[in-house]
């Protein structure tokens, strides 16, 4: 045993630490009440560190223990009494629990600002670490084994005399997983302790904490609320403390993970109802039912096997049109004509309607360029190097103008100028009435991402990995740089240019300025463009997936999950995303809730951004088919 | 085309603009410069702020705080103008809910003018590394550490808006709140109260009339210096083209509806004066509360 009166507190025989974290942290060597030598820390919280410590008492054995601190800064002295008294008192009661789930305490002292609690140190990870360390949620038997263990100590410290305990705090960081892959509660109780307990502030861990709590109320139920939350957390790997909180109805685990069986989605939905007279009244009555089910694990794997199965609906293409080489970029629709560029060499006007062929155009090189349709004229680039200008209406050739590269960019017209870059490093304005560029622009690389224009800015990204924002005499207002290629093509909406790169960001920057607002992380790097929609920001990526993202916050609205790289950009049309896939997929996404209507397979991979018209939808593959489909 | 507008002008008389619901038809941007303050091109662009704050007229001490900052560097090509405002109400009923606040709002102001403002006036400042969503992050986690540090047990709400050029950035944790007026007369809450009484009303638990007479409505689900680690809602908007920023307290909007807020924003030329005459309504309804209340306009943008 120890004793509160013989505390040697003047030992503390090192300088502190003045480097980490904001507060002092005992440096390793540090020696506490002549006994418990520091060696490293293994945790911070809001209120000071938890440290590995050697006790000293035992000079020819290393015993571990951990040292959980807290530093108690108030400035005002009644407060900092009161704080102490509250965690003297606590571990008080803390040192006479006996549970194989509880760490055992040894020792507390105070002093000065700060107050340490000694306990036992437990060899392993918490729920969150070990979470973090899969990317699959934790398995249905697992959860059920850990969820009766949890239960058991709960039922230990709830039935505790004379006082009940409310653990009041039960969430995957407050779990530890020992070595022989039990259950062990920790932080125990300290946090609550520190609070003030004023009416108003009390508040638990916000996700995990029932409602009741927030009033200040914690009984039974608040436990069991807890524990419920922590299981949804394991079996669907979603972060209550990210969402809404009582949010857990808005996301039912079989909506998530299919394996989880009813019966222990039961369990957890009884646990987690919003009024608590709804739960198990006892956590002894949960116990009994997680028991139960384990007991059927025969029957549990019967049901884990149903998958859901989406029947795809069956799509066909309106029509077809053959090319003789790939298709890799997109078309244009105008009066009553698809207008597509292939790797045959060739432009084609084929009838919007009916996919009949019209005209072509041959150049000296495969075109990729999406042709620009204005004043019946076309303008697109070739790997020959040229921006041609083309009558829409036959195809006959008007001018062309010759750059150093191939030209994998899309032209824009403005202020009587084509803009248009080129694989030699340069991005162009050309005179349409002299056919004379007007200046360039050097740049780092290639210039494949097809500009973006305002009224006054011109915005662009290059292969050399930096995005420009000029002006129409060609000066360049700023320029950033990502750590990858941006081939992707810019938007711009309220005063913000959004574009990804291969360095997997998705970028939001101020127009005027270049001021990155935010960055959006994904898997794998993009070449795609970025649509608007709403709010938000519809991206696909090299990861398999198409991300809508809060355009104000970065945050993620939903994501879908393609079978291969997102390679095609998306086209809103009426409320369905369509867009293509490196696999030759071609899907049709609800706008809103990211879920597929339906698939269509090609056969080759779709690198262009499809449109639409008069409710039909074109697309070309590099199977060298141009596809019509119904929208 | 100069007559037309000022005749557009001319006809919004403040009698008529009180009549007007809050809910009408957004105007286009060429009529939103035709009835905006900017229609005198006020050169470099600017942010103009004026605060308020009293005690209210139950309480015998504050325990709001507030901040804001203003710059202009005018060069002719790369003009930028640069704010901060930011409002805390401090709560735990001791000592320490004053304190939380202040603390809060000074940490916060100092990292943001270090890390952002002084940046900028570096004579060759290198791209930042974080984004500024990360940055205005990163200072609500330093100001998290500060009031869990300096003042244990006490919270704070907090609502801090960063204005670079026309973008703004708001971190937001708590119920004090954050308002755009534009210039066509709708209001539009930007921030989310992260209180008890709100998600009860999501989940259809409450009805909005009750929440205000709900006996939990002081109930708070983020504070900081009580949820670790603290998470902000951080979004970034257009500021109002000739509209205003406003930022207040539980103090002001329980006690003022948006009809009042809108016609004495507007009917005030000058920014500290609407902010004068919104407090003094908020104590003649009763001022229960501390009240503090920032209105920030833009000009030239």
């Known amino acids: 045993m120890f004793a509160g009166g013989n505390l040697d507190t003047k030992s503390i025989t090192q300088p502190l630490d003045n480097e980490s974290g904001g507060y002092l942290q005992l440096s390793s060597g540090t020696i506490l009440t002549n006994r418990y030598q520091i060696q490293d820390v293994i945790g911070i919280g809001g209120m000071g560190s938890v440290y590995r410590a050697r006790d000293l008492h035992f000079p020819n054995v290393v015993k571990l223990v951990a040292v959980k601190e807290m530093i108690n800064q108030s400035p005002d002295t009644s407060v900092r009494d009161t704080i102490v008294k509250n965690f003297e008192r606590e571990a008080n009661i803390l040192v006479t629990l006996n549970h194989p789930s509880i760490p055992r305490i040894f020792d507390f002292f105070t002093h000065e600002e700060r107050s340490y609690l000694v306990m036992e140190l437990i060899f392993g990870k918490d729920l969150e670490a070990i979470l973090k360390s899969t990317l699959d949620p934790i398995r249905e038997d697992q959860v059920i084994l850990w969820a009766i263990e949890v239960c058991d100590v709960l039922e230990y410290l709830h039935t505790h005399r004379p006082e009940p305990i409310i653990f009041r705090d039960i969430k995957p960081q407050n779990l530890m997983v020992n070595q022989q892959n039990h259950i062990v509660i920790v932080d125990f109780g300290i946090a609550k302790i520190f609070k003030s307990g004023q009416k108003g502030t009390m508040i638990g861990t916000e996700g995990y904490s029932p409602p009741e709590q927030y009033r200040g109320e914690a009984t039974f139920q608040t436990d069991i609320y807890a524990l419920g939350a922590t299981m949804h957390h394991l079996l669907t790997r979603r972060d209550p403390r990210l969402e809404a909180p009582f949010s857990f109805g808005d996301r039912p685990i079989r909506s998530i993970n299919t394996n989880v069986s009813v019966e222990l989605d039961s369990i957890i939905t009884k646990a987690l109802c919003y009024k608590p007279e709804d739960r198990f009244q006892f956590v002894t009555e949960m116990k009994m039912a997680l028991i139960a089910l384990a007991q059927k694990t025969g029957a549990l794997s019967k049901v884990a096997s149903g998958k859901l199965v989406i029947q795809e609906q069956i799509v066909k293409p309106v029509w077809t049109f053959k090319c003789e080489d790939e298709i890799r970029g997109s078309a244009t629709v105008e009066a009553n004509t698809v207008y597509v560029g292939a790797y045959d060499n060739n432009l084609y006007a084929v009838d919007a309607a009916k996919g009949q062929f019209k005209w072509k155009h041959a150049v000296d090189g495969g075109v990729i360029s999406k042709p620009l349709f204005t004043n019946g004229n076309l303008y697109f680039g070739s790997e020959d190097g040229k921006l041609y200008a083309i009558q829409a209406a036959n195809g006959k050739k008007l001018w062309d103008y010759q750059t150093e590269g191939p030209i994998r960019c899309s032209p824009k017209m403005a202020e009587g100028h084509i803009f248009i870059g080129s694989d030699d490093f340069n991005f162009y304005a050309i005179n349409t009435s002299t056919y004379q560029k007007s200046w360039f622009i050097h740049t780092e690389g290639a210039v494949r991402s097809t500009p973006f224009l305002t009224s006054d800015l011109i915005y662009f990204g290059t292969e050399g990995n930096e995005f420009i924002c000029a002006d129409y005499r060609g000066q360049v207002k700023w320029r950033f740089w990502a750590k990858r290629p941006i081939t992707s093509s810019p938007i711009v909406a309220d005063g913000i240019v959004y574009f990804s790169s291969v360095d997997s960001n998705l970028y939001a920057l101020d127009a005027r300025t270049g001021w990155v607002i935010w960055r959006f992380r994904m898997a794998k790097g993009s070449v795609t463009n970025p649509l608007c929609v709403e709010g938000n920001i519809i991206i696909g990526s090299a990861d398999g997936f198409l991300y809508c993202v809060e355009k104000s916050s970065a945050r993620e609205v939903w994501r879908f999950k393609s079978e291969h790289q997102v390679s095609g950009s998306p086209l809103l049309y009426n409320d369905g995303l369509y867009f293509g896939a490196a696999d030759g997929s071609f899907y049709c996404v609800d706008q809103k809730t990211g879920r597929q209507r339906w698939k269509f397979i090609t056969g080759g991979a779709i690198t262009g951004t499809p449109v639409g018209m008069n409710d039909l939808i074109y697309i070309g593959s590099t199977d060298m088919e141009l596809y019509a489909f119904t929208a | ?301």
């Not at chain 2, 941007?29 to 704050?53: M, N």
């Not at chain 2, 735990?92 to 940046?119: C, D, P, T």
């Open chain 2, 1 to 301: 085309m100069w007559s037309f507008l000022k005749n557009l002008f001319k006809e919004k008389s403040p009698k008529k603009v009180v009549e007007t619901p809050i809910h009408t038809t957004p105007l286009s941007e060429d009529q939103l410069e035709g009835v905006s303050k900017a229609s005198v091109q006020i050169r470099p662009p600017q942010f103009i702020i004026g605060t308020g704050q009293s005690v209210g007229m139950q309480r015998d001490h504050n325990e709001d705080t507030l901040f804001t900052f203003s710059s202009v560097l005018g060069e002719g090509t790369n003009d930028l103008p640069f704010g901060i405002c930011i409002i805390a109400d401090g709560m735990g009923g001791h000592k320490n809910g004053e304190i939380a606040s202040g603390v809060a709002v000074r940490v916060i102001s100092k990292f943001l003018i270090n890390k952002v403002y002084l940046r900028f006036l570096e004579l060759h400042h290198e791209p930042m590394e974080e984004s500024i969503q990360e940055t205005i992050q990163h200072a609500v986690s330093e100001a998290q550490r500060a009031v869990l540090r300096y003042a244990p047990g006490g919270g704070t709400t907090l609502t801090c808006a960063l204005m670079l050029g026309e973008q703004i950035t708001v971190a937001h944790v708590g119920d004090s709140r954050g308002y755009f007026i534009y210039a066509d007369g709708r209001i539009q809450k930007i921030t989310k109260d992260h209180s008890l009484v709100q998600r009860m009303i999501e989940i259809g638990e409450i009805t909005e009339f009750e929440a205000q007479s709900h006996p939990q409505k002081n109930v708070l689900l983020r504070a900081l210096g009580q949820n670790d680690p603290v998470r902000p809602d951080v979004q970034t908007f257009q500021f109002p083209k000739g509209g205003y920023l406003l930022l207040c307290t539980d103090g002001l909007w329980g006690l003022v509806s948006d009809n009042d807020i809108y016609r004495i924003v507007t009917s005030n030329p000058d920014e500290s004066k609407a902010c004068h005459e919104l407090i003094e309504l908020a104590n003649s309804n009763g001022g229960p509360d501390n009240v503090s209340v920032i209105l920030c306009s833009s000009r030239g943008m």
